[in-house]
């Protein structure tokens, strides 16, 4: 084989390389257990994250293509419940809760409703206090298959399965150790709707660190939620996370 035909194969394998994934470079990627013990680490630490049973976060919701905004008030309580407010001007207000076994919404469109199904797991399956600390009660599949970039951040890429069998994609930055993306599905009661959660402006706490701007983008949307505060271990109305009357009632029969 001449020098030049040489030349020319070394030049194409090179090309091929060079436009491989990362991963199928021969890097050696770490463990997804390691990457997602690591994030605990990077936010504060395992005692610091239990040291908080419960957590309040108020914030500013802006839906840029329609140019509405409004507030959110987000109240989250070991071991799994939550309750989020979100009021919209001109649109009214949503309301979503878990109290531990059971999960409904309420919004000026549909009303109240408690979910049910695949809804239903979805949603106490994300209701889990802690969970980035509690991560093995969350996920039963999880992988590490690679690297990519976010906003020009070099990322390890994890692909994880939850208890409930959702899929969700965690891109945990490679220098620091955030989260700084996540794709998932959220179940609605008209469609599945694909999510990307774009994580920012990481702030400590009372010991931890926590994300004071996500951006979501769904479908052709993209919300922005800006945390204005956050409260840990503050004293809750015992009601909190109670279902709504209407629903109490067909829950109890």
């Not at 890429?157 to 955030?178: I, M, N, Y």
Request: glycine residues 8%; proline residues 4%; hydrophobic residues 35%.
């Amino acid at each position: 084989m001449n020098d030049l035909r040489q030349c020319c194969l070394a030049a194409m394998v090179y090309s091929l390389l060079l436009a491989m994934p990362p991963w199928c470079q021969g890097e050696d990627l770490p463990s997804a257990e390691s990457v997602l013990d690591r994030y605990v680490e990077a936010t504060g630490g395992k005692a610091a994250h239990e040291k908080l049973t419960n957590r309040v976060t108020h914030g500013i919701v802006q839906i840029a293509a329609i140019k509405l905004s409004g507030k959110a008030t987000i109240y989250e309580a070991a071991p799994n419940k939550n309750y989020t407010a979100i009021e919209i001007q001109g649109l009214g207000t949503m309301e979503h809760g878990c109290d531990g076994n059971n999960s409904w919404e309420r919004n000026p469109f549909e009303g109240t409703r408690l979910h049910t199904g695949q809804e239903k797991e979805h949603h106490l399956a994300n209701a889990l206090f802690n969970g980035d600390v509690h991560w093995r009660k969350m996920y039963k599949t999880y992988k590490c298959v690679g690297t990519e970039e976010v906003n020009g951040k070099l990322c390890y890429k994890l692909e994880l399965e939850t208890q409930d069998g959702s899929k969700h994609e965690k891109f945990f930055e490679k220098a620091t150790g955030l989260l700084l993306l996540w794709k998932t599905t959220v179940k609605t009661s008209r469609m599945d709707v694909p999510t990307e959660s774009y994580l920012d402006q990481y702030r400590k706490v009372d010991g931890v660190l926590v994300p004071h701007e996500v951006k979501l983008k769904q479908l052709s949307q993209e919300i922005t939620i800006t945390v204005d505060k956050i409260e840990h271990n503050v004293k809750l109305p015992a009601d909190r996370f109670d279902l709504p009357a209407d629903l109490k009632k067909k829950v109890d029969g």
